[in-house]
């Protein structure tokens, strides 16, 4: 017999799987809910630590950036004093806490603003060094952590300067709410800045300083985990198949404290491409995000359902495969022996017919074959019988399905009133207020760029200096699509990269930022600065759309879009179509009531929608704070299914489902496997047997596959030969022979 064919091997796979779903049944449908903080919560803390890696490697990556490439355009031009460079920079940039130039041979400190830069911790003598002018932290008698940026100033015939920035390892624009802290770390797990834990003396009461005593305690715990964590490889701290953030991140789970359970998500800083290492990636440091959720006691499931599951599919399981030994395997076994019984000559014994089917009639005709070779005369076929293989086997799904389809339609079902824990919804809010100020500090970033350009741009400089300008901004900056600049009356002197989509004889704009062509497919966005020198000139960068989009780009805010003021999409992270409105009225209330002022300023706000079965976590976040993108007055809007979410009550059905699914997948696969290798077989077999005790001489049987229905069909071709052989003989006695009779 061969290895995968014949009536035994679809059947014991069916009996293993069936075992098999039995056992995963049992060990699974009865054990969701047990946790008490849900893995959603886990998860959500995960992607929060990821926001918060990204926002600061963008921010430091920026930072460098803009350092190196002003103090390049400075060295390009004429020689500026100290004072000069770094009050420009600071009217263009504020992003530094201080800065400072310094005379390279001499170590003079030549000029300096904001806070005291800590000049006794670079060694002068190794900045020509490989990677010597690389960023690197120190820290401050006072426990706190700067990181400190370099950049050469050099001009023909004047000594080298080094124009130097520091900064705090602060989060930019990461909105904590009320009950979450943060923290930078670095490879020993030292806290090297946190927010969001006040300070002893900023609280009342002895039982807040103990809550703040226990909070510091649990962070520290954390951060020293998170450090361990940090070492392994990325793709092995994740399952496969998990893609999304490029570093190794995860969640921890603390001690529980007054009732709530402290949980914690780690993000190593990971550079936005595969590969492609950054500044801020070399610095080996690490967020950890903790916030205090309350515990749920209750228990969705307990194990009497997956037992009771299990229990019953071994009872339908063991009927089903009961009805496939007794009326299928049997007997085509049987008739496999007897076969080959009568092609050995032992034509004694009548042929054990089976009692339906296609063996029934196979074995007829079997029995009715025996006594043709006996001698007899032909005897008449037995009436038909209809209920055959085919049937037996619709039975055997039936029963199958008996059991999978309640567990693929009814039972189990999450229902409308599915608890959703509120730090969910209070996640979806900060996380929606993040990206939203994370978009508005890149077009801000992308202004000042502009407003940088256009200082280093003087009165006298040729166009072709300005397209050197403007490529070597573009090479920089990927946020541009294209920079050119315009004067007073619309006319493009320089620009870089693609066509400006300026109005031919209009001027620059006013605004600092706007969108043109709102009636077109695509959004296209104009940052406009002003060039000193040069009454009504400007230089205008037109920002990708793509750039735009892919800040929204965050696994677990589900679809995120981009509004405008009069409610209409600019931009998403999956597909939309431009200047259309929002998927419902429901969102554009939840904007509406958003941008209302709460005190000075409109507040994020997220939202639980409920619609029968049809559970929604939504949010929006204004555009709030400075800068030149506030004018634009845009949302963002997030929203997602909680069935998406690794709640509970979601988990339970979808595991339900999912144990309907393996054994509909399991019974069709099966129940497939034996109608195309037995079944069919033995059908066309039961019609040829039958043609053979007939009459029909001629047709030769050939067996398709190599087990029991092939043997058989060998055999009755062994009996098709021996009753053409007995024919012919008695054909050959009854004639007369030739010349017989004649004298």
């Given at each position: 017999m061969s290895l995968l064919g014949g009536i035994r091997p679809p059947?014991?796979?069916?009996?293993?799987?069936?075992?098999?779903?039995?056992?995963?049944t049992a060990l699974t449908l009865g054990r969701v809910g047990h946790d008490r903080v849900p893995e959603a919560v886990h998860t959500s803390q995960q992607h929060f630590a990821e926001d918060g890696a990204i926002a600061l490697r963008a921010s430091v990556d920026e930072g460098v950036t803009d350092l190196t490439r002003t103090a390049q355009l400075f060295s390009a031009g004429d020689p500026v004093p100290a004072d000069a460079v770094l009050d420009k920079i600071g009217n263009v940039y504020q992003?530094?806490?201080?800065?400072?130039?310094?005379?390279?041979?001499?170590?003079?400190?030549?000029?300096?603003?904001?806070?005291?830069?800590?000049?006794?911790a670079i060694d002068r003598s190794k900045l020509a060094d490989e990677n010597g002018l690389a960023p690197r932290m120190v820290r401050l008698q006072n426990g706190e952590t700067r990181l400190l940026s370099f950049a050469l100033?050099?001009?023909?015939?004047?000594?080298?300067?080094?124009?130097?920035?520091?900064?705090?390892?602060?989060?930019p624009g990461i909105s904590l709410g009320e009950f979450r802290s943060i923290a930078v770390?670095?490879?020993?797990?030292?806290?090297?800045?946190?927010?969001?834990i006040p300070e002893p003396e900023q609280v009342l009461t002895d039982l807040q300083r103990d809550e703040v005593k226990e909070s510091n305690r649990q962070l520290k715990a954390f951060a020293k985990a998170a450090a361990g964590k940090a070492k392994q490889h990325p793709v092995k701290s994740k399952e496969p198949g998990s893609g999304g953030f490029l570093g190794v991140s995860g969640s921890l789970s603390g001690d529980r404290y007054m009732g709530e359970r402290s949980v914690a998500g780690y993000a190593t800083l990971a550079s936005p491409q595969p590969g492609e290492p950054t500044v801020a990636t070399g610095l080996g440091l690490t967020v950890v995000a903790m916030v205090k959720v309350a515990e749920d006691p209750a228990v969705t499931a307990s194990p009497v359902f997956g037992l009771a599951a299990a229990a019953a599919l071994l009872l339908i399981g063991g009927l089903t495969v009961a009805l496939l030994l007794g009326t299928v395997q049997r007997p085509l076994i049987r008739l496999f022996l007897e076969s080959r019984r009568l092609t050995r000559g032992d034509l004694a014994r009548p042929v054990t017919v089976p009692r339906r089917g296609e063996a029934a009639r196979i074995g007829a005709a079997l029995e009715r074959l025996r006594h043709q070779l006996l001698g007899e005369s032909p005897r008449p076929a037995a009436p038909a019988r209809r209920f055959g293989a085919r049937a037996l086997l619709a039975?055997?799904?039936?029963?199958?399905?008996?059991?999978?389809?309640?567990?693929?339609?009814?039972?189990?079902?999450?229902?409308?009133?599915?608890?959703?824990?509120?730090?969910?919804?209070n996640d979806q809010r900060e996380r929606t207020d993040t990206v939203s100020d994370r978009v508005r500090r890149a077009l801000n970033e992308g202004h000042a760029d502009?407003?940088?350009?256009?200082?280093?741009?003087?009165?006298?400089?040729?166009?072709?200096?300005?397209?050197?300008?403007?490529?070597?901004?573009?090479?920089?900056?990927?946020?541009?699509?294209?920079?050119?600049v315009l004067d007073a009356r619309g006319n493009v002197l320089a620009r870089a990269g693609h066509g400006p989509h300026n109005v031919q004889g209009e001027g620059p704009s006013a605004e600092p930022i706007r969108v043109l062509d709102d009636q077109g497919k695509k959004p296209v966005i104009v940052g406009t600065a002003e060039l000193p020198g040069r009454e009504g000139a400007a230089v205008v960068g037109e920002f990708r759309i793509d750039f735009l989009n892919s800040?929204?780009?965050?696994?677990?805010?589900?679809?995120?879009?981009?509004?405008?003021?009069?409610?209409?999409?600019?931009?998403?992270?999956?597909?939309?179509?431009?200047?259309?409105?929002?998927?419902?009225?429901r969102l554009d209330e939840l904007v509406d009531g958003t941008n209302q002022k709460v005190g000075m300023s409109p507040r994020p706000s997220g939202v639980l929608f409920r619609d029968g079965g049809d559970i929604q976590i939504a949010?929006?976040?204004?555009?709030?704070?400075?800068?030149?993108?506030?004018?634009?007055?845009?949302?963002?809007?997030?929203?997602?299914?909680?069935?998406?979410?690794?709640?509970?009550?979601?988990?339970?059905?979808?595991?339900?489902?999912?144990?309907?699914?393996?054994g509909i997948t399991a019974a069709a696969a099966c129940l497939g496997w034996l109608h195309i290798v037995v079944v069919r077989p033995l059908r066309d077999l039961a019609r040829q047997a039958e043609s053979l005790a007939d009459g029909d001489r001629k047709t030769v049987l050939f067996p398709r596959h190599h087990d029991e229905v092939g043997a058989v069909a060998r055999s009755l071709e062994l009996i098709r030969q021996q009753v053409q052989s007995q024919q012919r003989k008695r054909d050959g006695g009854a004639r007369t022979p030739a010349g017989a009779g004649r004298n």
């Open positions: 059947i014991a796979v069916l009996s293993v799987l069936l075992l098999a779903l039995a056992g995963i992003k530094w806490t201080g800065t400072a130039v310094v005379e390279i041979q001499s170590g003079k400190l030549l000029a300096a603003r904001g806070e005291n830069v800590p000049l006794t100033l050099h001009w023909k015939g004047r000594p080298q300067q080094l124009l130097i920035a520091s900064n705090s390892l602060k989060f770390i670095d490879q020993s797990g030292t806290l090297l800045s946190s927010d969001g039975v055997a799904g039936i029963l199958l399905l008996v059991w999978a389809g309640p567990l693929l339609l009814l039972l189990n079902r999450a229902g409308d009133t599915v608890v959703v824990p509120q730090q969910m919804v502009l407003m940088s350009v256009a200082s280093l741009i003087g009165d006298r400089t040729k166009p072709s200096q300005m397209t050197e300008v403007l490529e070597a901004t573009m090479n920089e900056h990927l946020r541009y699509e294209s920079l050119y800040l929204l780009k965050r696994p677990g805010l589900g679809d995120v879009r981009v509004v405008d003021a009069e409610r209409r999409v600019i931009g998403g992270n999956t597909g939309y179509l431009a200047f259309h409105k929002l998927p419902g009225e949010a929006a976040a204004p555009f709030v704070g400075g800068g030149a993108a506030k004018s634009l007055g845009w949302t963002v809007v997030s929203w997602q299914p909680a069935s998406s979410l690794a709640i509970p009550e979601y988990s339970l059905q979808n595991r339900t489902v999912l144990a309907g699914l393996l």
